[in-house]
């Protein structure tokens, strides 16, 4: 039988490092083993393991919006990956992908932490669609408002993830051998590996092989995050579907042509520009609900790509195009020391590895 999975990337250098970030995504798993720099963290060593089964059957991905997650394969792959990595550390962080949390902003008066903590666990009660003994809780106050009567007001970022999916995840790094140290929601790494401490309004298009995350981002802080399933593999299916040709070289001509739109290029373009369109929709909807929910929100002042969707061929001028915003690829490894030798790849690696830098930058300042 045919492996259908192949690394893309692995590299290993001489340091020693002292924790892993492991993103596992829904057709793909990424692992960044970081150590201390001179003046950064210091990327020690990194693997990239993707999968092309999605594309011939939809039920091959690792891991679905329904929560499903095939915790045997992801075992086998993480397993499969490690070995080629031969990582010097055992200690981890990883993410969770956002569908499996349920988020929500909640208006609140003024209060201490105290009594915050225990509205927060009433007003969960009402919010989250499980029981609260099913769950997981955690919260971020993400705005401060006077309401026009001269009350003061906070604005509570409410975050529930079911206990049976950490659950899941801690076994699957259990079985791995690994020291999982942390669960992280994947819109909090990328926010902290994308923006940091920078002040700028930003927008967030973290494009994945089956959903888009939108990530409405203001002075460092994660306020708002939706999703949409137009994704990379829709722009793949359409081709497919158009010229009749199989999803596997559907992908090829995708990743080799883009969205240029002109010469050989144009018409491949006109079959994808719609899907991408459908993600823009979705982004002008996400913004207004932001600025609906937010008091006194600021519009995005720019837009920041991120995930393998990110790498396609003329999507960044498109969306700035389109949103009429200036808009940037991803680029986490500026806040990392890495060795020479992986310079060309970085381009590319970027906005890949966004989540996995993001989880390892929790400790490291």
């Known amino acids: 039988m045919t492996n259908p999975f192949a690394f893309l990337h692995a ?16 057709t793909s798993i990424k692992v960044v083993q970081v150590g201390t720099g001179k003046q950064l963290p210091q990327i020690v060593n990194y693997g990239i393991l993707e999968s092309s089964s999605h594309l011939l059957r939809a039920n091959k991905a690792f891991q679905t919006s329904s929560l499903k997650i095939f915790e045997a394969e992801v075992v086998e792959l993480l397993h499969m990956l490690l070995r080629e990595m ?16 349920f988020t929500t902003v909640v208006d609140l008066p003024q209060m201490s932490p105290g009594e915050l903590d225990k509205a927060m666990r009433f007003q969960a009660r009402e919010f989250v669609p499980l029981p609260l003994s099913e769950v997981t809780l955690e919260w971020i106050k993400v705005n401060e408002y006077m ?9 509570v970022l409410l975050i529930s993830v079911p206990r049976e999916q950490v659950n899941r995840y801690k076994q699957i790094f ?52 939706t999703q949409s399933d137009f994704a990379a593999a829709s722009l793949t299916q359409a ?9 596997l070289r559907a992908e090829e001509l995708k990743r080799e042509r883009g969205i240029m739109g002109s010469g050989p ?8 520009l719609p899907f991408l369109d459908a993600i823009l929709n979705e982004v002008k909807k996400a913004q207004f609900s932001y600025q609906g929910q937010l008091i006194g929100a600021r519009k995005p002042e720019r837009v920041i790509l991120s ?12 969306i700035q195009d389109q949103l009429g915003l200036p808009t940037v690829k991803a680029v986490p490894f500026t806040r990392f020391q890495y060795p020479t030798a992986i310079e060309p790849l970085v381009p590319e690696l970027n906005a890949q590895l966004t989540v996995a830098m993001g989880l390892v930058l929790r400790d490291s300042g």
């Open 174 to 225: 259990k079985d791995v051998g690994l020291e999982l140290q942390a669960l992280e929601i994947e819109n909090l790494s990328v926010t902290r590996a994308l923006v940091g401490s920078d002040q700028t309004p930003t927008l967030i298009l973290d494009i994945g092989s089956r959903s888009t995350n939108m990530l409405f981002v203001d002075r460092g802080q994660l306020l708002f995050a």
């Open 239 to 247: 081709l497919a579907s158009s010229l009749n040709i199989n999803p």
């Open 86 to 101: 031969k990582p010097s550390t055992r200690l981890t962080y990883a993410s969770l992908p956002s569908f499996t949390a």
């Open 265 to 272: 290029s144009f018409e491949l373009s006109t079959i994808m």
């Open 11 to 26: 590299f290993r250098s001489k340091l020693s490092g002292s924790y892993l970030g492991v993103d596992i995504g829904t």
């Open 147 to 155: 309401d026009d009567k001269g009350f003061a007001h906070q604005q």
């Open 307 to 318: 995930g393998g969707g990110a790498n396609l061929l003329g999507i960044q001028r498109y």
